[in-house]
Nanobody, 120 residues
Framework: QLQLAESGGGLVEPGGSLRLSCAAS????????IGWFRQAPGKEREGLAC????????VYVDSVEGRFTISRDNNKNTAYLQMNSLKPEDTAVYYC?????????????WGKGTLVTVSS
């Protein structure tokens, strides 16, 4: 069974950091582009970052550029999202997704999400 599972969410104070993990099972991430998305209460899902399987290049949405870093470890079949300088508006459920092509809202595989709450 092909699955993605996020972990690492939790409660953090403003200005703090978290690292989210996205572990794949049942398939290899080597040939997949990986994206991180989030959905805050009452808002639509938002794409945050994307890392290519071809050359490891990464792109970010403006709201997280310079604060979040997407990475991948194909040996561990896991992707990561390092989040620094967190703000209350970063509170959301965070999802990872994988696709053989590119990052988009209809990517082939999705995790179930992990909740990140930024609050004092």
């Amino acid at each position: 069974q092909l699955q993605l599972a996020e972990s690492g969410g939790g409660l953090v104070e403003p200005g703090g950091s978290l690292r989210l993990s996205c572990a794949a099972s049942g398939f290899s991430l080597d040939d997949y582009t990986i994206g991180w998305f989030r959905q805050a209460p009452g808002k639509e899902r938002e794409g945050l970052a994307c890392i290519s399987h071809r050359d490891g290049s990464a792109v970010y949405v403006d709201s997280v550029e310079g604060r979040f870093t997407i990475s991948r470890d194909n040996n561990k079949n896991t992707a990561y999202l390092q989040m620094n300088s967190l703000k209350p508006e970063d509170t959301a459920v965070y999802y990872c997704a994988a696709d053989r092509a590119r990052c988009h809202y209809g990517m082939a595989y999705w995790g179930k999400g992990t909740l990140v709450t930024v609050s004092s």
